[in-house]
């Protein structure tokens, strides 16, 4: 293993948005069992240190190759687009209307059944999404069009929370 390796290499999987989520999840068992300081216990506190670097590294690797999301912004960041979500936030017109409609129906929403159906609009919009990601990525090659489209998910993941929010407050 080598701390300098991407979160692909060191998982050994192939640098792209689809992924085998069960593949994922083995091997990071795999490479946490390889990596656990309790292994490197006979070997002295800086062999534990460094067991422990690599725990640490084989952790952020995997939240971020696990979670679709962090998995195009890694890659788009990866191939030259970092997505400089803090500084850009422009977003097509039809994007932020769609945003505008959401938020008034959430708005209005007074019932857990017009909660659930803005919630599976938005879940729908979302798979859509992350299949224009996917194809993006490994088809289209165009990490610059991936990183407009991961921004826009930004968006619609922060506005999911609020919908659970929102199915809170209605089953209190």
Not at 57 to 65: D, F, G, P
Request: contains cysteine; glycine residues 2%.
């Amino acid at each position: 293993m080598n701390l300098q390796s991407d979160d692909f290499e060191l998982f050994a999987v192939p640098a792209q948005f689809a992924q085998d989520r069960t593949y994922i999840d083995s091997r990071w068992k795999e490479l946490q069992r390889e990596a656990h300081p309790d292994r490197f216990a006979a070997q002295g506190a800086a062999a534990q240190r460094v067991a422990m670097q690599w725990s640490v590294r084989i952790n952020e690797a995997y939240q971020r190759l696990k979670d679709p999301l962090k998995r195009a912004a890694y890659l788009c960041e990866l191939r030259g687009a970092p997505l400089r979500a803090e500084d850009n936030t422009a977003m097509p017109t039809a994007f932020l209307m769609q945003q505008m409609e959401w938020r008034e129906a959430l708005e209005e929403a007074s019932t857990e059944a017009d909660v659930d159906q803005l919630d599976d609009e938005v879940s729908e919009a979302r798979r859509s999404m992350l299949a224009e990601c996917a194809r993006l990525l490994d088809e289209a090659q165009d990490p610059a069009a991936a990183a407009q489209q991961v921004r826009a998910l930004m968006f619609v993941a922060r506005f999911a929370r609020d919908i659970e929010a929102r199915r809170e407050q209605l089953q209190q």
